[in-house]
């Protein structure tokens, strides 16, 4: 199974964009990329996600590589509520199996 | 539309019994996984059901099993617990389109803690 790499943590000040890195050096080429959040004493929520194009909703934005060898979840403008464990995931393209990796947990001061 | 739904929230099981936990999904959805979270190993992937099969299954043991019933609801099993069963059992719930990835919506989880 691919894998992927996050930092452990980041920190944002409020109303800053914040721009989250993942490494997926050994994605396949049917390999979506997921991102999924998971707030204190909650169940992970759903971001967004993308396969080749950069993907934009009301929640964030995602960068991919061309290589699609890395990609970045951008944050806008940080809020106190975006304060949470963002994981950068794989789901694999024959399987759609979830497969998460640690997770950058992120802090915004205020 | 209410969300996904697990039962029982927290539970305190001794080693050697065996435990159901029961997930009832987002109205319409009809696939269901389920994910075990503990702090040294992250989030790990259960299995997957879908119309009452298991379509993926993760790397553990025998012990752990699960089943989906005709009304899309889930239960997964852990026969003769172990010390290191302790962990947040989350089950999460999507629609599934042929060729198209929905994202999966995540109940708040079973707390097991086994003594």
């Known amino acids: 199974d691919a894998k992927t790499t996050q930092p452990n943590s980041m920190e944002s000040n409020e109303e800053e964009p914040v721009h989250l890195p993942c490494n997926h050096s050994?994605?396949?080429?049917?390999?979506?990329i997921h991102w999924y959040r998971q707030l204190p004493s909650q169940g992970p929520e759903y971001v967004i996600h993308?396969?080749?194009s950069n993907v934009n909703n009301r929640m964030a934005s995602l960068a991919i590589a061309e290589d699609r060898k890395s990609s970045t979840l951008i944050l806008h403008r940080a809020t106190l509520r975006d304060a949470a464990v963002y994981y950068c995931?794989?789901?694999?393209?024959?399987?759609?199996?979830?497969?998460f990796g640690t997770g950058t947990r992120l802090q915004v001061f205020p | 539309k209410a969300g996904v739904t697990q039962t029982p929230r927290y539970l305190i099981k001794t080693r050697g019994q065996q435990v159901t936990l029961s997930c009832s999904p987002i109205s319409g959805h009809r696939s269901v996984s389920w994910y075990q979270q503990t702090p040294g190993q992250g989030l790990q992937f259960l299995f997957e059901y879908f119309s009452e099969t298991q379509r993926n299954k993760g790397n553990f043991p025998g012990r752990f099993s699960g089943r989906q019933f005709s009304n899309s609801r889930s239960e997964m099993n852990v026969s003769t617990l172990e010390l290191g069963d302790s962990a947040l059992y989350l089950c999460a719930s999507s629609q599934r389109l042929a060729g198209y990835l929905h994202e999966q919506y995540f109940g708040p989880g079973t707390r097991l803690t086994v003594t």
């Open positions: 995931i794989l789901r694999d393209g024959g399987t759609d199996k979830l497969i």
């Open positions: 050994t994605i396949s080429g049917t390999d979506y």
């Open positions: 993308g396969l080749t």
